[in-house]
């Protein structure tokens, strides 16, 4: 096998693209890809200012640095959440970066507005997980906002979304079938949000981030993904095996025949947090009801 361009030798075969590109070519291919999706699904534009979620990982700074240099206006947004030394060493490597490029980032730590995440894990028994996955949603549109950003921009790649669309396809979880687009418009106080990578796999953005010299965390979060979710794309990579282009294909074929059968499912309607008024499904929102019980739990000793 041999680079399709130049014919040296190939770093990579993308069997679902039927495409072997060397080092120098691979790079320059993921970039104008990811440019082509920013456009196909009128992401952003040059004008736009962009705010891209990292947390030290391959694929968020990746992100980061594909968008800069293909000349958008791109700042980082980090959460330190106070995981002891993982939480240590990803803040120091998103730093370093964003010095090395250059670029504004803003930070985040979650200890000054409510508790580190193992705190509130202990205190409340929640899934360190899932309290996770709100504290991020909340910050990132919140942030996004205080700053006057256009849009916010997150690292999920294709085995993120075509993972979790199998697991909501299994469960028919209709009403995230409804949400799961590469793109959410701006709306009722949430800021427009974008997945530019959605389209590239795991393996792809690890070799860009490789090749490019990117200083990633290849360690993972103690807490790691939920058992589930490793286990979807564990399936998913055996499909793609036997039956190569599978997983592209079924998440493109969702978002041109299946999402918008279900767009309208949404979930019910939003008003805003009495507290602190960032938009809610309820009268004080998931994250402010949250710091309140973290803080009557500290309050009494617990
Ligand atoms: Fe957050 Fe869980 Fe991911 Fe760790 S593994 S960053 S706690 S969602
Ligand atoms: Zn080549
Ligand atoms: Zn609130």
């Known amino acids: 096998m041999r680079c399709r361009i130049c014919k040296g030798k190939p770093v990579i075969y993308m069997p679902h693209h039927r495409l072997a590109l060397c080092g120098e070519h691979f790079t320059g291919w993921f970039e ?5 999706t920013v456009k196909e699904f009128n992401m952003f534009s040059e004008e736009s200012k962009v705010l ?34 993982y939480s240590e060493k990803s ?14 980032l803003i930070v985040e730590k979650l200890s000054e507005s409510v508790a580190t995440l193992p705190e509130i894990e202990r205190f409340t028994s929640r899934e360190a997980c899932s309290v996770c996955g709100l504290v991020k949603r909340y910050n990132f549109n919140k942030v996004a906002k205080e700053y006057g950003y256009d849009v916010l921009a997150t690292g999920h790649n294709l085995d993120d979304e075509a993972s979790s669309l199998l697991s909501n396809v299994i469960n028919w979880n209709t009403k995230y079938l409804g949400r799961k687009y590469p793109v959410l418009e701006a709306e009722e106080g949430f800021v427009k949000k974008v997945k530019p990578l959605c389209k590239l796999t795991e393996k792809e953005t690890a070799l860009y981030s490789v090749l490019n010299g990117i200083d990633f ?12 979710t490793i286990f979807y794309k564990q399936v998913l990579n055996q499909i793609e095996e036997k039956f190569p282009g599978t997983k592209l294909r079924f998440y493109l074929e969702y978002l041109r025949k299946v999402y918008p059968v279900f767009k309208e499912d949404k979930e019910g309607k939003i008003t805003s947090c009495k507290v602190c008024g960032e938009p ?8 402010c009801r949250l710091r309140e019980r973290v803080l009557n739990l500290n309050l009494n000793g617990a």
Not at 32 to 36: G, M, P, S, W
Not at 73 to 78: P, R, S
């Open 217 to 228: 965390l290849e360690e993972e979060c103690p807490y790691s993904e939920d058992a589930n």
């Open 280 to 287: 809610s499904p309820t009268e004080v929102c998931p994250l």
């Open 32 to 36: 104008r890809y990811v440019d082509r």
């Open 91 to 104: 803040t120091e490597k998103v730093r370093e970066f964003a010095d090395r490029i250059g670029a504004k």
């Open 52 to 85: 891209v979620a990292v947390s030290g990982g391959k694929d968020s700074l990746a992100l980061w640095y594909v968008l800069r240099k293909l000349g958008y206006t791109a700042d980082g947004f980090y959460i330190d959440l106070g995981i002891g030394d």
